[in-house]
Every structure is written in structure tokens, then in C-alpha cells.
């Protein structure tokens, strides 16, 4: 979950199988802000907060890549990062 920093009333929201969700009236009402085809994993939010740029969001949807099992598993899956 991340608040806007120009507007208090504008709050972003995630779900791991959710999707990205968006409320313009302090959370009262939500509206869904990702596709049907996107990713719907989120992980991680953030605003861009330098000037000029603060309507740029990013949000994670998991590890660029990782090993499931530990040290004696060898197989490593590549997630989809950043979006």
C-alpha cells in the first residue's frame, strides 16, 4: 500500500493475486487499475517523488530470479521483476 504524496486522498494497494488497485477518496471506494492481461502479483509499491514525476508508480512482482529449494537444488526460476 502506498499514499500519494501530492494527495492524501489518492491510495495505491496491492495483492500478491490481486492485482493493483487504486482509491481516490481515502479508501471509500476502490477501483481495479490493472488488466485482465497484466501481472497480477504485486509485492512491492512506490511513487516517484521528485518533481514533475510524482504520477510515475512502480510495483514489484517478485525476485528477477531465485533458487526454490536451498543449497542442494540447482534449478533457478527467473520472476518478472519491476513492471
Known amino acids: ?5 501530492e494527495n492524501e486522498n489518492t491510495i495505491l494497494a496491492g495483492g500478491v493475486s490481486g492485482g493493483m488497485w487504486r482509491s481516490t477518496n481515502s479508501g471509500q ?4 487499475v490493472t488488466g485482465d492481461e ?4 504485486v509485492t512491492c509499491i512506490t511513487q516517484d ?3 514533475g514525476k510524482t504520477n510515475n508508480w512502480y510495483y ?3 525476485e528477477i530470479y531465485g533458487n526454490s529449494a536451498g543449497e542442494s537444488f540447482t534449478a533457478f526460476y ?3 521483476g519491476i513492471y
Open 1 to 5: 500500500m502506498a499514499l500519494d504524496v
Open 29 to 32: 471506494t476502490w477501483a481495479k
Open 38 to 41: 497484466q501481472l497480477h502479483s
Open 49 to 51: 517523488t521528485r518533481a
Open 60 to 62: 514489484g512482482t517478485g
Open 78 to 80: 527467473f520472476g518478472d
